[in-house]
């Protein structure tokens, strides 16, 4: 059965980093777009960032673009989220997900995922 899990969420000062991980299990991370979104407090979720199954193919919503990085370890079967230069606009619970579809337009379409995480708090506050 396919599973996320996500980890490395807290509380960070502004301009700060912090790095979350969505670990898989039961399917190769390698073989799927993986995708992280956020979704804040009153707000709709939003997808911020996704990984293709080629790993230098990676898309940034504009407001985390120069700031964020998404990466993959195929050892770990383990997706990365680096967040740098945080700021309070950040807050709120990432989660990453799953689809089988491919292709460039899936990225931030959170309809076509079919695997989500439990969601991390990220908290971006002084």
């Known amino acids: 059965q396919a599973q996320l899990v996500e980890s490395g969420g807290g509380l960070v000062q502004p301009g700060g980093s912090l790095r979350l991980s969505c670990a898989a299990s039961?399917?190769?991370?390698?073989?799927?777009?993986i995708g992280w979104f956020r979704q804040a407090p009153g707000k709709e979720r939003e997808g911020v960032s996704c990984?293709?199954?080629?790993?230098?193919?990676?898309k940034y919503a504009d407001s985390v673009k120069g700031r964020f990085a998404v990466l993959r370890d195929n050892a770990k079967n383990t997706v990365y989220l680096q967040m740098n230069s945080l700021k309070p606009e950040d807050t709120g619970i990432y989660y990453c997900?799953?689809?089988?579809?491919?292709?460039?337009?899936?990225?931030?379409?959170?309809?076509?995922?079919?695997?989500w995480g439990q969601g991390t708090q990220v908290t971006v506050s002084s």
């Open positions: 997900a799953r689809t089988i579809w491919q292709g460039d337009y899936v990225c931030f379409e959170s309809k076509l995922y079919d695997t």
């Open positions: 039961g399917f190769r991370a390698d073989q799927h777009v």
């Open positions: 990984i293709m199954i080629t790993s230098d193919n990676t």
